[in-house]
């Protein structure tokens, strides 16, 4: 099975700033990986998918990069509605897994 | 529109099974594999399994192999997750939702609301 994980498990960070966050394959798995937001008590949004290709409606702040094992998923400028928790999922194979999460939060 | 509507919250006690439903509408059921999701309180994401709503073909995590099954109604379009065995560890919300896949490059990414399943003596 491919395993995912994410680092850091979680941040603080001010409005504005630039948040990376990375995810890891423990397989290949090409551009097979999708990044989701989810605030406390909602729906997971999808935000990314095909790793750097943006969901519609969703602001251009985000972006998503890399292929193979490693995926970052970008903030250019932190706002106050991005506080949630950030999953990678990939979607190359059986069984799909999503990374640990990390989660976002203002400074 | 397209919408994915779970049963409602269930409440069970150790050792019985709960069955939850997944009623699609707004696209062709048979277009799109559905997923479960698992999120227990405070925890993370974690994938069930799947269906192909088109022949019924399954997948699951090998953490709820022999316990989890997952069906699809084409007459209904409607997809059901049931849970035996339930213990306390079950106590989560689970999610059915289209997810994005390799199969498809637009991103169909629907989800229901989550159902509450609460294992409690």
């Known amino acids: 099975d491919i395993q995912m994980t994410q680092s850091p498990s979680s941040l603080s960070a001010s409005v504005g700033d630039r948040v990376t966050i990375t995810c890891r394959a423990s397989?290949?798995?090409?551009?097979?990986l999708a990044w989701y937001q989810q605030k406390p008590g909602k729906v997971p949004k999808l935000l990314i998918h095909?790793?750097?290709t943006l969901h519609s409606g969703v602001p251009s702040r985000f972006s998503g990069s890399g292929s193979g094992t490693d995926f970052t998923l970008t903030i250019s400028s932190l706002q106050p509605e991005d506080v949630a928790t950030y999953y990678c999922?990939?979607?190359?194979?059986?069984?799909?897994?999503f990374g640990p999460g990390t989660k976002v939060e203002i400074k | 529109e397209v919408q994915l509507i779970q049963s409602g919250a269930a409440v069970r006690k150790p050792g019985t099974t709960v069955k939850i439903s997944c009623k699609v509408s707004?696209?062709?059921?048979?277009?799109?594999?559905i997923h479960w999701v698992q999120q227990a309180p405070g925890k993370g994401l974690e994938w069930v399994g799947l269906?192909?709503?088109?022949?019924?073909?399954?997948m699951l995590a090998e953490k709820f192999q022999g316990r989890v099954t997952i069906t699809a109604d084409t007459s209904t379009d409607t997809a059901y997750m049931e849970l035996s065995s339930l213990r306390s560890e079950d106590t989560a919300v689970y999610f059915c939702?289209?997810?994005?896949?390799?199969?498809?490059?637009?991103?169909?990414?629907?989800w229901g609301q989550g159902t509450l399943v609460t294992v409690s003596s």
């Open positions: 397989q290949g798995i090409s551009d097979y």
């Open positions: 269906v192909d709503p088109e022949d019924g073909e399954t």
């Open positions: 999922h990939q979607y190359s194979s059986a069984p799909r897994k």
């Open positions: 095909a790793a750097s």
């Open positions: 939702a289209t997810l994005a896949d390799y199969y498809d490059s637009s991103g169909y990414d629907y």
């Open positions: 707004g696209y062709t059921f048979t277009d799109y594999f």
